[in-house]
């Protein structure tokens, strides 16, 4: 389904030349959701440094600011949080309305939150949200003695004055991570915590819950994983977070297919050593193209290949990439196959489908699945590439206009959802000078 235009088309930049550019990022979006959560439960103020300011960032921002949570920003790039208060404060009697936009962080973190606080609250969120899975999280809650008047967006809680009691719950998260991770966050502030249990035969990325539960033991919640599809979360209050947020690397997985895209040289600083995020992934899938890869200290060194080799990739751990990959695979001459994304579906649009109109319209040909896409490249001809109210088509358009000239991105500002910037950042890239890329470490 298209979505109404609320921005300028945008003819995408055709790189003329190999790129070489160092490109730094903002702050990664799943990391700073899960902090800005766990700040608002915390037993006292946090610090959060380098978060990304993005319109999915606000929107928590704005949620948890209903639910009683303060924020200030006492220099730039740091923000300060005060927790919620407790259940049973008076002061915040009254329903909280919540505005989801399209994030599913804030529709699927914020409902056990406002529960575990005792808060009443409605939630609703842009037209194309009102269709993404909320059923399992809904009947979660229900089944933790909320009363949940709706089966998804807009609803409504009204939960127990004291909060929520936890104990054992099962559910299956197959459509989506973010019910088990929404749920881990807020289970150590129920009375018992909570043992969670996922019953389907398929959990989508996993790195997203491994991130969920790294971010849980950094803020001191004693959490646990003693076997695949089980966590325990033991009670008690997170302490306050003194974190910084690493660079989002999933956003910078697009910049790194532009190396790969046109044989060319990224370079971005601050990549991190260790990560539990799924934009990693990217690294492996780069050598995968071709391309040769390095990391250091100092950041990540991609290189792309003199000619794209297609690729086969399971990506159902890491789905977030696959509009990236299938804009390169769209790219390379031969056929490529990227399997496990049938959860994709119920993301901002149908990304499968998405990505199969828009990577016909230019020309590359496409086999949908169920849970795949089959890709035959080169794309070669010009369009205008429909972004379907869904950042990652605006960067997967980008990556196609790289080698296809008359590629015109609609709605490019949908982009802001996680990187308001994208546009500026991407035509810095192609102005950086051939041969100078800024951090030469060789």
């Known amino acids: 389904m298209r979505t109404p235009v609320s921005s300028t088309p945008w003819p995408a930049p055709e790189a003329r030349h190999p790129v070489r550019a160092t490109v730094a990022v903002p702050g990664s979006k799943s990391l700073t959701n899960r902090y800005l959560v766990l700040a608002a439960l915390a037993d006292g103020d946090s610090r959060i ?31 300060r949080v005060r927790p919620a208060p407790g259940p049973g404060a ?4 009254g329903q909280a309305r919540i505005e989801c936009g399209l994030a599913g962080t804030v529709m699927r973190f914020v409902p056990p939150l406002a529960a575990a606080l005792g808060r009443a609250a409605a939630f609703d969120g842009d037209e194309q949200a009102r269709g993404r899975p909320m059923g399992t999280m809904l009947s ?4 933790l003695g909320v009363d949940v008047d709706g089966e998804a967006l807009p609803f409504a809680l009204a939960p127990a004055p004291g909060g929520v009691r936890g104990g054992h719950l099962e559910i299956d998260a197959s459509a989506s991570s973010q019910f088990v991770s929404g749920l881990l966050l807020a289970a150590c502030a129920f009375d018992l915590g909570l043992e969670l249990a996922h019953t389907g035969t398929a959990l989508p990325s996993q790195p997203h819950i491994d991130m969920t539960l790294e971010a849980l033991a950094d803020a001191g919640v ?6 695949p599809g089980r966590w325990v979360v033991e009670p008690g209050r997170p ?3 003194e974190v910084a947020v690493e660079p989002d690397l999933s956003n910078a997985a697009a910049f790194v297919a532009a190396a790969i895209a046109t044989g060319g040289t990224v370079d971005v600083p601050l990549w991190p050593c260790a990560t539990t995020q799924a934009g990693d ?17 100092a950041g990540l060194r991609v290189e792309g290949p003199q000619r794209l080799a297609p690729i086969e990739a399971d990506l159902g751990a890491v789905g977030e990439l696959t509009p990236v990959v299938a804009a390169v695979a769209a790219l390379a001459d031969g056929t490529s196959t990227l399997r496990g994304i049938g959860h994709l579906r119920g993301h901002e649009t149908d990304r499968l489908a998405a990505l ?19 890709i035959t490249g080169p794309a070669d001809r010009g369009a205008v590439w429909h972004t379907y109210a869904d950042h990652r088509m605006v960067m997967a358009g980008a990556i196609v206009g790289l080698r296809v000239p008359g590629v015109v991105i609609e709605d490019p500002d949908t982009v802001a959802k996680t990187m308001p910037d994208f546009a500026a950042r991407w035509t810095k890239m192609l102005e950086q000078a051939p041969g100078t890329a800024a951090a030469e470490r060789r």
């Open 222 to 227: 004693i959490v646990s994983a003693p076997r």
């Open 281 to 297: 992934a990217i690294r492996g899938l780069a050598h995968d193209f071709g391309a040769q890869v390095e990391l250091s200290r």
């Open 49 to 79: 440094a380098n978060p990304l300011r993005s319109r999915d960032a606000d929107l928590m921002i704005g949620a948890l600011s209903a639910l009683g949570a303060e924020f200030s920003e006492p220099e730039p790039g740091v923000l």
């Open 356 to 374: 199969a109109a828009e990577l016909q319209a230019v020309g590359a040909r496409v086999e949908e699945g169920p849970d795949y896409l089959r």
């Open 140 to 143: 979660a809650l229900r089944e």
């Open 239 to 241: 302490r306050g977070l």
């Open 90 to 93: 008076r002061a915040l009697a």
